[in-house]
């Protein structure tokens, strides 16, 4: 089963706050929603922490848009 959803990336760049939102596709009994983010990217890190020192991003965090909180 392959599950499609939108992820949203919050941080900053520069000093430059940011807000990306990225649709992810994976497979969730072979990896976990923070591993297809970074396969999404390409990386080999081990974490989303990781993946935010390589890209650059500072205070980074990812989480779901606000509209999922409704439908729980």
Not at 32 to 45: C, K, N, R
Not at 62 to 71: D, H, R, S
Request: glycine residues 6%.
């Amino acid at each position: 089963m392959i599950i499609k959803e939108t992820i949203i990336i919050e941080g900053a760049v520069d000093g430059m706050k940011f807000s990306k939102p990225v649709l992810l596709s994976y497979n969730p009994d072979l990896e976990t929603p923070e591993q297809a983010l970074i396969d999404f990217y390409g990386s080999q890190a081990r974490s989303f922490e990781e993946l935010s020192i390589q890209r650059g991003w500072t205070d980074a965090y990812w989480t779901y848009p606000a509209y999922y909180e409704l439908a729980i």
